[in-house]
């Protein structure tokens, strides 16, 4: 694959998340959502930040703070290590890719 | 700016890059080219890897080897560092809008 958009699995039923490149403590990947959310209780709590982009679809991020970003195509967030979030929401019917670049 | 296609300048006589993100030696921005290119002679010789894609518009990235790849909405390529390449051509009549990613 190299075209974020190809390439997608016809079975969602779990997400998809793929590693695009790896190299030391840096991991770009792409992830191919469909409805999924994190899981009902606890949030991610990540040693590393995360820089994520969502490049079509839309989804709903929330932050420990009460905060909730919606991300639509081209918007991005930064999330620092041991920030807590979840994803609260993707749409149901269409894929959502996200670009995450752990770092 | 939280959404890679919003705040295109106007004014796009030179090439514009755009820290997104920066952390330790890894580092994201965004670069909007229209009709820019690389210098005439000499390539580019990082001392970083990067991977870069190609989120609207077009290019063409020309590799040492005589490889060239042309880069369209959604495409992506890693270029390991020391791996000298230049940009060939960007598109003259829409902006090309690029996320790349220094590790």
New interface residues.
């Given amino acids: 694959m190299?075209?974020?958009?190809?390439a997608i699995p016809a079975d969602l039923k779990d997400e998809q998340c793929e590693t695009?490149?790896e190299?030391?403590r840096?991991r770009?990947e792409r992830i191919v959502s469909k409805g999924h959310t994190s899981p009902e209780t606890g949030w991610y709590d990540q040693e590393q930040?995360e820089?994520v982009?969502v490049?079509k679809g839309a989804a709903i991020l929330a932050f420990e703070d009460d905060v909730s970003v919606t991300l639509e195509?081209?918007?991005?967030?930064?999330i620092p290590a041991h920030k807590k979030h979840k994803v609260d929401w993707t749409a149901p019917d269409v894929e959502t890719i996200w670009?995450a670049?752990h770092?």
């Fill in positions: 190299n075209n974020i958009f190809e695009l490149v190299s030391g840096v770009i930040n820089w982009m490049l195509a081209g918007d991005f967030v930064a670009l670049v770092y």
